[in-house]
């Protein structure tokens, strides 16, 4: 989760939670498939009446022109090019543009750098903004999707791990993430409540993590939400996700407050792609679940 204190901040193509990055972890491992599951946009047509709702300046000029941090996989990432942003946020993006009958183009940067560039540089920011108080005072912000944390074990469970009772288990982690700081946090109130400390295994890479509970090291793996759905794609049905999403925070489409016609055409768009079922089928490309998807696309929604 890009939190508002810390972005993420990850190397390009790896399997990663928010943290520090390591080697790429693309590599097939225990039969794992291309970290590559593009959707294809192609066929989606463009909506006359919310085209309609545009501003002039961006309808003429043809291109949509989103900021994007592309580091952070499954959302944004990079392709094997090292140049080719992909993920189901550059989907998403794409699909608004069909909708608006615009091109896109996904405009890489890092990611602190993102919001002063909403409005001029950019159209709109889409790069897992969390939708925060803070951010809403200065932009507009459109939600349509619910990321939080998620455990996950190998297939069935066959250690039956219990996410409501960590205390004593080995749980792997990346090195750097929310959740590792969560997991020591847990094993602390374990040791306070009397009980065994959590035995955190951290890795540098979310690949490792993965690795290590399929080998059996780890009873379980704590990432984000959508990365573990990921992961675990990546696996060939060797993991699951078990728990559901804990402590889930909405994310949001980002747009500057002085453009109500930019922001009005973006928030139809993202509801026609909710309503037509396009959005949870880009999720699913993803390996990630349809419940992370939002079906409604609230401007400045109450957090």
Do not use: H
């Not at 790429?24 to 794992?32: I, L, R």
């Not at 920011?125 to 969390?130: A, D, Q």
């Not at 939708?131 to 039956?160: C, D, F, H, K, L």
């Amino acid at each position: 989760m890009r939190r508002i204190l810390a972005a993420c901040l990850l190397t390009a193509l790896t399997l990663t939670s928010c943290g520090d990055a390591g080697s790429s972890a693309t590599e097939p491992q225990n039969g794992a498939v291309s970290a590559d599951r593009s959707y294809d946009v192609s066929g989606i047509k463009k909506v006359d009446e919310i085209a309609a709702l545009l501003p002039a300046a961006v309808a003429e000029r043809g291109t949509f022109v989103v900021g994007a941090a592309i580091d952070y996989p499954p959302a944004e990432f990079r392709a094997e090019d090292l140049q080719t942003a992909i993920g189901y946020d550059v989907d998403m993006s794409k699909a608004l543009g069909r909708v608006l009958g615009l091109e896109t183009e996904t405009s890489a940067a890092e990611f602190a750098s993102l919001l002063p560039g909403i409005g001029t540089k950019y159209d709109v920011g889409i790069s897992s903004f969390t939708i925060t108080n803070e951010r809403m005072a200065s932009y507009n912000m459109i939600s349509y999707i619910m990321v939080g944390s998620s455990y996950a074990v190998r297939t069935g469970n066959p250690e039956g791990f219990d996410p409501e009772s960590v205390c004593g288990q080995t749980i792997a982690v990346q090195t750097g993430t929310w959740q590792e700081e969560d997991l020591a946090a847990k094993s602390e109130q374990c040791k306070a409540d009397g009980k065994q400390a959590i035995d955190v295994l951290s890795y540098g890479t979310q690949a490792d993590v993965t690795t290590n509970v399929i080998g059996g090291k780890a009873i379980a793996y704590y990432a984000d939400s959508t990365v573990a759905d990921y992961a675990s794609a990546q696996t060939n049905g060797q993991m699951e996700v078990v728990g559901g999403v804990l402590d889930a925070a909405p994310q949001g489409i980002v747009v500057a407050q002085s453009d109500a016609e930019l922001t009005k055409a973006v928030q139809q768009a993202m509801q026609y792609l909710m309503d037509q079922g396009i959005w949870t089928r880009i999720l699913t490309s993803w390996g990630v679940d349809e419940s992370a998807a939002l079906d409604t696309a609230e401007l400045n929604p109450k957090v």
